[in-house]
C-alpha cells in the first residue's frame, strides 16, 4: 500500500503495534501522541515512523497538526483514532471533571481528528478510517461510565459515518478489542488480572500484534466493501451481535 497512515495514541500499547503494522504493510506512517515525551522518543528511534505531538481533544491543535502532517509528508489517506484514556471511579463518586476528560479524548476526538481529514479524503475519492472502540463499549464495565459512555458512542459515530461516505470512496469501520496485553493492563494488579484472564474463553490476554493485523486488513483495498462494521476481538469475553 502507498499513502499516508496516521495513527493517534500511536507511539505506545495498542497504537504503536497498529503503527508497525501499517508501516510493514507499506503505508507511510505518523503517530500522534500527548503526554509522554520519552516513550515517543524511543519508538521514534526504534522504528523510524515519525510522530507528532498534540491533543487530539482540541479541535486547533488537531487542525494544525494535520495540515503540519500533510505539508511534511502529504496527505492522509488512512486515520485510524485509537487515542483513549481512562479515569475510572464509581458513578456516585465521579467528578464532572473525570467525566468531561475521558469524553475529550476518547469521543470528542473522533470528531477533532476525523473531520480535520474528512473533506480531503472526500475530494479524492478515498478514505480509511478506522476507530478503536472497545469490549467496555458493548457491554459497559463497574468504575467505567465514561469509558464505557464514550466508547458506546465510538461505535455509532463509525455507522453514521459510513453511511454518509459510502459513496465517496470511504470506509468508516471500528475495532471493539477485548483484554489486551498492553501496560495498562500490567499495570492491574496480579489478582484481579488473573480474574479478568479466567473469564476470557481463549484463556490469555490479547496480544497488540491481533489488533494490529485486523486493522491492516481494514486499510487494505482488499476491505473495500466493508464499511459500518464493528469488528469484535475479545477472546470469546463477550459475544457481540452489532
Avoid at 23 to 31: D, H, L, R
Avoid at 33 to 41: P, S
Avoid at 157 to 170: C, D, M, V, Y
Wanted: glycine share 12%; charged share 20%; hydrophobic share 40%.
Amino acid at each position: 500500500m502507498t499513502g499516508i497512515a496516521l495513527v493517534t495514541g500511536g507511539t505506545r500499547g495498542i497504537g504503536a503495534a497498529i503503527a508497525r503494522s501499517l508501516k510493514a504493510a507499506g503505508w507511510n506512517v505518523a503517530s500522534i501522541y500527548h503526554g509522554n515525551d520519552a516513550a515517543a522518543e524511543l519508538f521514534r528511534d526504534g522504528t523510524g515512523i515519525p510522530v507528532y505531538k498534540w491533543d487530539v481533544a482540541e479541535e486547533q491543535a488537531c487542525r494544525e497538526g494535520l495540515a503540519r502532517v500533510e505539508k511534511e509528508l502529504g496527505p492522509v489517506s488512512v486515520l485510524v483514532n485509537n487515542a483513549g484514556i481512562t479515569r475510572d471511579t464509581m458513578f456516585h463518586r465521579m467528578s464532572f471533571a473525570q467525566w468531561r476528560e475521558v469524553l475529550g479524548t476518547n469521543l470528542d476526538s473522533m470528531f477533532t481528528m476525523t473531520r480535520a481529514v474528512i473533506e480531503g479524503m472526500r475530494e479524492r475519492r478515498f478514505g480509511r478510517i478506522i476507530n478503536i472502540s472497545s469490549i467496555n463499549g458493548q457491554k459497559g464495565q463497574i468504575g467505567q461510565v465514561n469509558y464505557s459512555a464514550a466508547k458506546a458512542g465510538v461505535i455509532g459515530f463509525t455507522k453514521a459515518l459510513a453511511q454518509e461516505n459510502a459513496s465517496r470512496g470511504i470506509t468508516v469501520n471500528a475495532v471493539c478489542p477485548g483484554y489486551i496485553d498492553t501496560e495498562m493492563v500490567a499495570a492491574v494488579p496480579q489478582d484481579v488480572r488473573e480474574k479478568i484472564i479466567g473469564g476470557i474463553p481463549v484463556g490469555r490476554l490479547g496480544d497488540p500484534a491481533e489488533i494490529a493485523e485486523a486493522v491492516c486488513w481494514l486499510a487494505s483495498d482488499k476491505a473495500g466493501f466493508n464499511t459500518g462494521s464493528v469488528l469484535t476481538i475479545n477472546g470469546g469475553q463477550y459475544i457481540a451481535n452489532g
